[in-house]
């Protein structure tokens, strides 16, 4: 009795002491080495309890059996833990088998414990695979959901500042929280400089901000960013590694690491998303580099979304401006025939005054006829209803028919138009609707602002195309208006319209036709000395018969 009683004394002095090991602070130990050595110990103790008291060799292996299997379902403490124990349990029965009762075959015993240890060794391993694998994923599994919780975040923050300015101020204090980093900055990129600029910050002192914001950032000037592609992340660990400059400006500024995403749109890098540390050094965690790769995606929607928004606001002041220009437009020429009509209906009017009085209307609502017409041209070429329609067009028989119609286009006295004969036998492959829209809105133009002299229509083939010239002896054009006057409703000067009229469309519509042939145009002007339009329209030509060269120019026609 007094055996048991020690036994169990010291079994009962080992759980306590391990206990004891496990809360000691110096103790350097492992609660898994600390439990195996347990473990061991009392596999140990049972079996130097059984050789004392002659117990037969099956019970104690049954016992030394029970311990492993137990041990490897309810400890989940690895393979290499369970090995110790199964050795410790096996050696120990092994060594006390000559002080047992034998009852029976001893290595019966041996082998049932042999195997139960084996068992017990590789049950563990797989277990162990096993809680790993599991404990993996639901770690990945709390690591995405973490992610796309700060991701829903960072969207719903950014969609609340699309229409404000500080939308990428937004973006930095987001990435600052979410990444658990010291600083952020967002560079945006310049295509026509090619260079990175910084845009906004958060974390960095004013001082750096300022000195960060006046340097432009080429990527082939700076090492790791001639590779800077969509998706692909950028890491500086340690910035002491780099060359000496970059290593000393990120110095400078207190960087002692950076993470570099780029902000994509498709394949366009449109800017940059850069983090880091002022002190902390080392590789950022996957957890950091996805949530950059995240932030910067949902950054690049943001961007694209307050683009968009800018061109829908764009998009609705033009349609404010064209509706009041219309209303302007179409009221102009109403009162004019109005009033006319009003003036004409006195019964003491004379004949000719009368008369003039119906030129008046008449020329107004001819004014408010090319208007309407104007602006339906407009809108077919805005929906895309107006298609490029190729055929044959005989060039001198075109030339003759639109000649004689701008015959009859308004002008002053005084103002003769020129068109010399186009070249006989040529029939040029072109859409002869838009081409006349050109020539008919540039004859037009140049007749209206030309108070005295002359307006000239050269056309011909030059090459594999056809080159249109309209040259007149008007008022000019500034140079600064050389590109503005072909937008909608723009003239050279706002004088011009209350002087000599028009809404502002016609070299709108010609730039407009001149693209859709594929073609170019340009303008010479100065102020007070005309203007000359030139066109090249690539027409290809097709010769009826060959035509004998002439010495002589060909006569010209005035009008």
């Known amino acids: 009795m007094r055996i048991?009683?020690?036994?169990?004394?010291?079994e009962v002095a080992a759980c306590l002491l391990a206990m004891a090991a496990c809360r000691a602070p110096r103790l350097r130990l492992g609660q898994r080495a600390?439990?195996?050595?347990?473990?061991?110990?009392?596999?140990?103790?049972?079996?130097?309890?059984?050789?004392?008291?002659?117990?037969?060799?099956?019970?104690?292996?049954?016992?030394?059996?029970?311990?492993?299997?137990?041990?490897?379902?309810?400890?989940?403490?690895?393979?290499?833990?369970?090995?110790?124990?199964?050795?410790?349990?096996?050696?120990?029965?092994a060594v006390t088998v000559p002080y047992l009762s034998q009852t029976g075959l001893v290595i019966h015993s041996l082998l049932a414990l042999a195997a139960a240890a084996t068992t017990?060794?590789?049950?563990?391993?797989?277990?162990?695979?096993?809680?790993?694998?599991a404990f993996r994923r639901s770690a990945l599994h709390r690591e995405e959901a973490e992610i796309a919780e700060v991701l829903l975040h960072v969207g719903e923050?950014?969609?609340?500042?699309?229409?404000?300015?500080?939308?990428?101020?937004?973006?930095?204090?987001?990435?600052?929280?979410?990444?658990?980093?010291?600083?952020?900055?967002?560079?945006?990129?310049?295509?026509?400089r090619r260079v990175f600029r910084l845009r906004?910050?958060?974390?960095?002192?004013?001082?750096?901000?300022?000195?960060?914001?006046?340097?432009?950032?080429?990527?082939?000037?700076?090492?790791?960013?001639?590779?800077?592609?969509?998706?692909?992340?950028?890491?500086?660990?340690?910035?002491?590694?780099?060359?000496?400059?970059?290593?000393?400006?990120?110095?400078?500024?207190?960087?002692s690491s950076m993470l570099a995403v780029p902000i994509s749109r498709g394949e366009e890098i449109v800017g940059s998303l850069v983090v880091g540390y002022r002190r902390s050094t080392g590789p950022f965690s996957a957890k950091q580099r996805r949530l950059g790769l995240g932030i910067a995606h949902a950054t690049a929607l943001a961007l694209e979304n307050a683009r968009l928004i800018t061109d829908l606001q764009a998009a609705n002041r033009v349609k404010t401006e064209f509706v009041s220009t219309m209303s302007h437009e179409l009221r102009t020429p109403l009162n004019v025939m109005l009033g006319y009509a009003e003036m004409?209906?006195?019964?003491?009017?004379?004949?000719?005054?009368?008369?003039?009085?119906?030129?008046?209307?008449?020329?107004?609502?001819?004014?408010?006829?090319?208007?309407?017409?104007?602006t339906l041209e407009v809108g077919r070429?805005?929906?895309?209803?107006?298609?490029?329609?190729?055929?044959?067009?005989?060039?001198?028989?075109?030339?003759?028919?639109?000649?004689?119609?701008?015959?009859?286009?308004?002008?002053?006295?005084?103002?003769?138009?020129?068109?010399?004969?186009?070249?006989?036998?040529?029939?040029?492959?072109?859409?002869p609707r838009k081409l006349t829209l050109v020539l008919r809105n540039l004859v037009g133009n140049a007749l209206k602002f030309t108070e005295q002299g002359w307006v000239c229509v050269e056309v011909r083939v030059d090459g594999n195309g056809l080159l249109l010239r309209v040259s007149d002896s008007g008022i000019g054009i500034r140079p600064e208006d050389s590109e503005t006057i072909?937008?909608?409703?723009?003239?050279?000067?706002?004088?011009?319209?209350?002087?000599?009229?028009?809404?502002?469309?016609?070299?709108?519509?010609?730039?407009?036709?001149?693209?859709?042939?594929?073609?170019?145009?340009?303008?010479?002007?100065?102020?007070?000395?005309?203007?000359?339009?030139?066109?090249?329209?690539?027409?290809?030509?097709?010769?009826?018969?060959p035509v004998a060269p002439v010495e002589s120019p060909a006569p010209e026609l005035s009008l």
């Open 157 to 192: 923050a950014l969609t609340r500042h699309l229409d404000q300015p500080d939308v990428l101020e937004c973006v930095n204090r987001l990435t600052v929280e979410a990444l658990g980093c010291d600083w952020s900055s967002t560079y945006l990129w310049d295509p026509e």
């Open 344 to 374: 004409a209906q006195d019964v003491n009017l004379g004949e000719r005054e009368r008369l003039a009085y119906v030129h008046r209307i008449q020329g107004a609502g001819r004014d408010l006829l090319d208007l309407i017409e104007s």
């Open 486 to 545: 072909f937008e909608m409703f723009h003239q050279a000067d706002n004088s011009d319209r209350r002087r000599f009229g028009g809404s502002g469309l016609g070299l709108y519509i010609v730039r407009r036709c001149v693209e859709q042939l594929g073609g170019s145009i340009a303008v010479e002007s100065a102020p007070g000395h005309g203007a000359a339009f030139t066109l090249r329209l690539p027409a290809p030509t097709m010769v009826s018969r």
């Open 200 to 255: 906004a910050n958060a974390g960095a002192t004013p001082e750096v901000r300022a000195s960060v914001a006046q340097i432009d950032f080429a990527p082939d000037r700076l090492p790791g960013l001639q590779g800077f592609r969509p998706g692909e992340i950028i890491e500086l660990a340690d910035v002491a590694g780099q060359p000496s400059l970059l290593a000393s400006l990120l110095e400078r500024w207190n960087i």
């Open 4 to 10: 048991v009683a020690l036994v169990y004394g010291a």
């Open 34 to 93: 600390i439990g195996a050595g347990l473990m061991a110990l009392l596999a140990s103790l049972m079996s130097g309890y059984n050789a004392w008291v002659g117990n037969p060799a099956e019970p104690l292996a049954m016992a030394q059996v029970s311990l492993l299997m137990c041990l490897v379902v309810l400890l989940p403490w690895g393979w290499i833990c369970q090995l110790v124990v199964a050795s410790v349990a096996f050696a120990t029965f």
């Open 120 to 133: 017990s060794v590789w049950g563990a391993l797989f277990l162990d695979r096993y809680r790993y694998e």
């Open 381 to 431: 070429m805005e929906a895309g209803h107006d298609g490029v329609r190729l055929e044959p067009v005989p060039l001198a028989a075109f030339c003759d028919e639109l000649r004689r119609a701008c015959a009859s286009l308004p002008r002053r006295d005084g103002v003769r138009l020129e068109w010399p004969a186009a070249p006989d036998d040529v029939v040029i492959l072109t859409d």
